[in-house]
């Protein structure tokens, strides 16, 4: 799986940067939140600790998602602004 970054927004209103991204997965299943998060915090050098993985659309007949993460300067600005059912999907909570 490869990943394209297309654009990285500032929101500094909410502490965080939105970024938007290509996972082209050829011959593979759509990505795993995780393995997503793997690789974007390796790109950006963040921890995965504080990326949150928000949607990852995928469309048929194509081998590639579009994918939509949040990247927090702190863990206590994403507890704060996420939503719990998108940080139960990112395993962050229980």
């Given at each position: ?7 990285r927004?500032?929101?500094k ?48 007949g ?33």
């Amino acid at each position: 799986m490869d990943i394209k970054i297309l654009e990285r927004r500032e929101n500094k209103l909410l502490n965080r940067e939105e970024v938007y991204a290509i996972a082209d997965h050829r011959g593979e299943p759509t990505p795993k939140r995780e393995d997503i998060k793997k690789k974007v915090a390796a790109m950006i050098g963040k921890s995965e600790d504080l990326i949150v993985v928000l949607k990852i659309i995928s469309s048929y007949g194509l081998q590639r998602s579009k994918v939509i993460l949040h990247v927090y300067n702190s863990k206590e600005d994403m507890m704060k602004v996420e939503p719990k059912y998108i940080l139960k999907r990112n395993k962050i909570i229980q």
